[in-house]
């Protein structure tokens, strides 16, 4: 029932930036808490932030804390997701999820998205 399309990623250079955006369809985009995850080649996909359906509380790996900031725009239906001082080691597909949850995306969000590629040369 819900549809997410995450765009925004591509190439960038270590200490560099990008910002993700996630599109999402519904009108109750507003009362989901969203997220976002990632998976490299070979690797379980992992968590990176979350936050809740107002956009007052933000939670994040602690591997990303300082350099990522999650945010939303519930007018518009749009997750962001900015990465900075990025890392070979955040090379990833991102993805973009919703969880019914109105608080923090759970261990299993229900919807996600197709994911965008972020590569960060050294």
């Known amino acids: 029932q819900v549809q997410l399309v995450e765009s925004g990623g591509g190439l960038v250079q270590a200490g560099g930036s990008l910002r993700l955006s996630c599109a999402a369809s519904?009108?109750?985009?507003?009362?989901?808490?969203m997220g976002w995850f990632r998976q490299a080649p070979g690797k379980e996909r992992e968590f990176v932030a979350s936050?809740?359906?107002?956009?007052?509380?933000?939670y994040y790996a602690d591997s990303m804390k300082g350099r990522f900031t999650i945010s939303r725009d519930n007018a518009k239906n749009t997750v962001y997701l900015q990465m900075n001082s990025l890392k070979p080691e955040d090379t990833a597909v991102y993805y973009c999820a919703a969880d019914p949850n109105k608080f923090v995306v759970r261990r299993a969000p229900d919807y996600w998205g197709q994911g965008t590629q972020v590569t960060v040369s050294s």
């Open positions: 519904g009108r109750t985009f507003s009362s989901y808490a």
């Open positions: 936050i809740d359906w107002n956009g007052d509380s933000t």
